[in-house]
């Protein structure tokens, strides 16, 4: 059996300081409800962190700065349209949350929630991304 290509996006890990401690942001995905973070496909003219960047804004409506380099990689599979799962691969870039705007592309698409980094690792499904996330204290 032939192995289906894998193909990559770009995510911004989202984070902040509240209280002392460091909190993540997660958004549903809007297919399933489930936690994930802003991901998206390479954009044209954009660097992989940038694209990153571009996510957190559409996805979720942040801004901040985004780090130059992937903090780690996951993959998942990604669902088309068309049914078909494909075998993604994710590299992440961690985004300090800077600013929230009051408007975004997907706004209200998708729930917003902040966790601290042990509840934001044990909400996602991947078991890639929960060691990325993990790796935040």
Known sequence: M???ATNK?????????SGGSREVLLISSRDTGRWVIPKGWPIRGLSPAE?????????????????????GE?????????????????????????????DWPEKGQRRLQWF???EAAEAVEEPELKVIISKLK
């Open 74 to 102: 996951f993959e998942y599979g990604k669902r088309l349209d068309n049914g078909a799962v494909l075998a993604t691969r994710v590299e992440v870039f961690a985004l300090e949350q800077m600013v929230q705007h009051k």
């Open 9 to 17: 996006q770009y995510a911004a890990l989202p984070w902040r300081y």
């Open 116 to 118: 601290s980094v042990p």
């Open 51 to 71: 694209t990153a960047a571009r996510e957190a804004y559409e996805e979720a409506g942040l801004g901040g700065m985004v780090s130059k380099k992937p903090i």
């Open 2 to 4: 032939k192995k289906p």
